[in-house]
């Protein structure tokens, strides 16, 4: 019997050892980044940039840099290493203007390690066919990493995102992907979110599906179809600080099955992750200066955060020698093919500043410099004294599309690089790098609608939408009614004084309008947001309706056949160029009137019941009757009873 029982154990004992060890948990790890916006190199100014020393300049992030903490961070540990990122990987330096020919932000990010990427709105900036470019430029060199895209939808009946839809085809973006790592299945599926995609004119005829409707089908499709083990969302839907509000937050909490989202768009600093619906959401701000690292356990239970770890992109990290170079490299193919004929260079010294000028939400000293410089580059072109219609009155630019600050650092030399990536973004009519400036006319009634964006619709849909403007003076009460917050406007006019504005609908004169193209498309979105209360339309001098606002891009050069497009980028980079050399140094000083505020935008609040009437509109009027008839109806529900007594008695 005993060898019987001896073999029965020894099998039993076999048996036992070939059985899942339940409650063991797998360690993965996530690196992940987003909204990069094409900042390889440090920022700013970029003359104190040194990825190749320590503790000897404050500027924050840098390619090099990122890829020094990726290479360490993958050393520390033996488990499995993801390195991750959100989408917008795209524009905002001078390197994006070779990107369609070189692919650079992905060439570089394939480089570093990146497995796994999603698209946000700016990589639809360049129109379908310009992402198409990029995305074989970056597979012709073999250098593409894999990118998840899943709520992406084309036109069957338009023909302008034909390239794209074959790059899609052809697997250079996948709805979803599969990746083994060590034993545990990790799905992937990207998103693009609903308020990235309305930033996002420029990707028509591209639209996007709904994000839970594709959440669900993906999740579905990696749990049911490929068993994997963990669902990460690579999200370009973004955060807010009122949940209600948070794109991916509302996400998680919909829709279950998702284990982690890797989140972009809002460049949100987030140190601590935020877990709803046993989902982990994570996001590492913008422009490269923070990197996230979270370390997650996978077990039968699912997945479960193990630790979180927010790294600082500064001079305390030795930068990545080979991709320092590589950087390099490209800096001499955009000085020869995009700033040659402009006679630039890249690390040309332009101006000098003492003092920083930052951008903020309410008038700045750099949106005014911005917005004055807009001015000042169309009234060069196209001001004719003795055609006074032909003055630009006032500009607008939008704290959207201005990116970065301008910083003094150590030496307070700006380059053209540091001025560049102020206001980087875009596309032309002629397909070219940069949104175009267009001008058109609009009456004086529909400046004061234009203003009331940043009175209220900045309010309700973020930063983006804050306007800095110059030749216009505001004055406005946000105590009062949505849309008809604007109390006093003063237009500068051809002597440099500020005069009262009438902008009651009897005003009928015209006043000339500069800003650049992609700032222009959306009056019509304020138009169908605010349901046609701020309706605008554009108009020529004679005051005949613009059908297509590519027809009034101002001309850079009269004296060249064909419309030589003044860009958005070069009109402040021109404008700074212009100040005096004050010292004799051969730096031009940006003066001393953009250090301080001009009172442009000035918020007066107010509870007075004159202040908050006075010189109101339909709406104010149609509220101030609802609050009447309120108040009638409390005094007759007061009174009856009063008057049911006096008659008992």
């Known amino acids: 019997m005993k060898p019987v029982r001896t073999i029965i154990m020894i099998i039993a004992m076999l048996s036992f050892c070939a059985m899942p060890v339940f409650g063991v948990e797998e360690s993965l790890t996530i690196i992940h980044t987003n909204d990069v916006h094409s900042q390889l190199m440090g ?5 104190d940039y040194t990825p190749d020393g320590l503790m000897d300049d404050d500027t924050v992030g840098g390619f090099a ?17 993801l390195v991750l990122d959100a989408g ?10 070779i990107s369609r020919e070189e692919a650079v932000e992905l060439t570089l990010m394939y480089d570093m390690g990146y497995d796994v990427l999603t698209l946000g709105n700016h990589e639809f900036d360049l129109k379908p066919k310009g992402l198409a470019r990029i995305l074989m430029s970056a597979e012709k060199k073999g250098k593409l990493p894999t990118i998840v895209a899943s709520n992406v939808v084309f036109d069957e009946t338009e023909t302008a995102d034909d390239s794209l ?10 709805p979803h992907l599969v990746l083994e790592r060590d034993g545990i299945r990790i799905g992937f599926f990207g998103l693009m979110g609903i308020d990235a995609a309305e930033v996002a004119p420029f990707a028509w005829p591209v639209t996007f599906s709904d994000t839970m409707e594709t959440a669900r089908k993906e999740i579905s499709y990696l749990r049911d179809e490929e068993n994997v ?25 919909s829709v279950n099955g998702i284990d982690i989202i890797i989140s972009g768009h809002s460049h949100t600093v987030l140190k601590d992750p935020i877990i709803e619906n046993d989902c982990i959401i994570v996001q590492a701000g913008g422009y490269g200066a923070w990197v996230g690292v979270l370390d997650v356990l996978v077990g039968d239970d699912g997945v479960r955060m193990d630790d979180y770890e927010y790294i600082a992109v ?7 020698e080979e991709i320092s170079d590589e950087i390099s490299s490209y800096i001499e193919v955009i000085n020869a093919d995009v700033l040659k004929p402009y006679d630039l260079s890249y690390h040309q010294e332009i101006a000098e500043t003492d003092y920083d000028l930052m951008l903020v939400e309410a008038e700045c000293g750099l949106g005014n410099l911005v917005t004055d410089g807009i001015r000042w580059s169309v009234d060069k072109r196209e001001y004719d004294p003795a055609d006074p219609d032909t003055r630009v009155d006032f500009s607008i630019q939008s704290n959207g599309v201005i990116r970065t600050d301008i910083l003094k650092g150590k030496t307070g030399i700006v380059t053209l690089a540091d001025l560049f990536r102020v206001v980087p973004v875009g596309i032309g009519v002629d397909d070219t790098m940069g949104y175009p400036i267009v001008t058109f006319y609009l009456y004086a009634s529909e400046i004061k609608k234009a203003m009331e964006v940043f009175t209220t619709i900045y309010l309700i849909k973020g930063s983006d939408y804050f306007l800095q403007i110059s030749g216009l003076k505001v004055k406005y009460n946000p105590k009062r009614i949505h849309f008809d917050r604007v109390t006093e406007i003063y237009i500068e006019d051809e002597n440099g004084e500020y005069v009262p504005l009438d902008y009651s609908n009897d005003n009928t004169e015209l006043y000339k309008t500069a800003t650049n193209y992609y700032n222009a498309s959306f009056i019509k979105v304020v138009k169908d947001f605010t349901s046609g209360i701020l309706t605008m339309v554009p108009k020529d001098r ?3 309706p613009i059908d297509d606002l590519a027809d009034y891009v101002v001309d850079a050069d009269s004296n060249t056949p064909g419309v030589q497009e003044l860009k958005d980028w070069y009109a402040p980079i021109e404008y700074v160029m212009s100040f005096p050399d004050t010292d004799d140094n051969g730096l031009v000083e940006i003066p001393d009137r953009y250090r301080e505020t001009e009172g442009r935008i000035v918020t007066e609040p107010s509870l007075n019941p004159v202040r908050l009437v006075n010189g109101g509109n339909y709406l104010t009027w149609i509220a101030v009757g609802g609050v009447l008839i309120v108040l009638m109806l409390i005094t007759a529900i007061i009174l009856v009873p009063v008057r049911m007594v006096r008659k008992k008695r």
């Open 88 to 97: 917008d990987f795209m524009m905002g330096s001078l390197f994006h203007m």
């Open 65 to 81: 840099r990122i890829a020094t903490i990726i290479d360490e961070e993958e050393a520390r540990r033996d488990n499995p290493v």
């Open 229 to 253: 083990d963990v669902v990460i969302c690579t999200s370009h839907n973004g955060l807010r600080d009122d949940s209600r509000d948070s794109e991916d937050e509302i996400l998680a909490a």
């Open 43 to 47: 920022l700013s100014p970029n003359s």
């Open 542 to 544: 004679y005051g005949n």
């Open 165 to 174: 839809k074959a790059a899609f085809d052809d697997g250079l973006v996948i």
């Open 314 to 320: 500064d001079d305390r990290i030795d930068g990545d």
